[in-house]
């Protein structure tokens, strides 16, 4: 397994398109988190699954976000009508529940989304 | 909800010198974690701390929980480049919560 992957790993995209993110998890790890990190801040949370059922999403920035894992697998990471202040890196953890003591997450390189 | 101040926000040190960086929380803590990363990177999990008064360290990094549990250090020794990076603490509260984390302290190493 050769950890979290990421893709892409940059997205430029025009204001007012849709962009998707994709996360491969660690393929043992049964939970996924997404986070969002702007420059000079520390990660944001903003959803996570526990196999494909979504545990939170509340923390989603806004009804634009969505988040899906449909077989409890891999994750997609959805924005719609991107907005300037979208552009942030997003990044996927993930990590298997009970375990967190002896590894913490996983974490991902992170997709970087640059809104013009 | 649980919000962890860092301090300092940035730290530059000569290559060789100790340095110590501060995460202090707003409640109780479950767990504490450390991470690094690298600029435009992902973290980089360094250690886990959940016993009040507990001490952990792997290689020069060692790192340290209060006995309240609302504090911790983390302390490098002898610096060296490959330590530059931004040091995040993350926290949870309950065991089975997402982790919160804290701003980040950006750590430069001269030669």
């Known amino acids: 397994d050769t950890g979290v992957s990421q893709d892409p790993r940059h997205k430029i995209t025009k204001r007012g398109q849709n962009v998707t993110f994709r996360c491969d998890p660690i393929s043992e790890h049964n939970r996924l988190y997404w986070y969002r990190q702007t420059l000079g801040q520390g990660p944001e949370f903003l959803t996570y699954?526990?196999?494909?059922?979504?545990?939170?999403k509340s923390r989603l920035l806004s009804d634009r976000f969505s988040a899906e894992r449909p077989k409890g697998s891999f994750s997609t990471l959805e924005i719609q009508r991107t907005e300037q202040g979208d552009s942030a890196m997003y990044l996927c953890?993930?990590?298997?529940?009970?375990?967190?003591?002896?590894?913490?997450?996983?974490f991902g390189s992170g997709t970087r989304l640059t809104v013009v | 909800s649980q919000e962890l101040e860092q301090s300092p926000q940035s730290l530059i040190v000569q290559e060789g010198k100790n340095l110590t960086i501060n995460c202090t929380s707003s409640k109780t803590l479950y767990g504490l974690y450390w991470y690094k990363q690298k600029y435009g990177e992902g973290l980089i999990f360094l250690m886990m701390l959940q016993k009040g008064g507990e001490e952990k360290s792997h290689e020069k990094i060692t790192a340290k929980l209060d006995e309240k549990k609302q504090q911790s250090s983390l302390h490098i020794t002898a610096s060296q480049p490959s330590h530059a990076g931004i040091y995040l603490c993350?926290?949870?509260?309950?065991?089975?919560?997402?982790?919160?984390f804290g701003k980040g302290t950006r750590l430069s190493v001269i030669a």
């Open positions: 699954f526990q196999n494909e059922a979504q545990l939170e």
């Open positions: 993350g926290a949870d509260n309950s065991g089975n919560t997402p982790l919160v």
């Open positions: 953890a993930s990590s298997l529940e009970g375990t967190r003591g002896r590894g913490g997450y996983t």
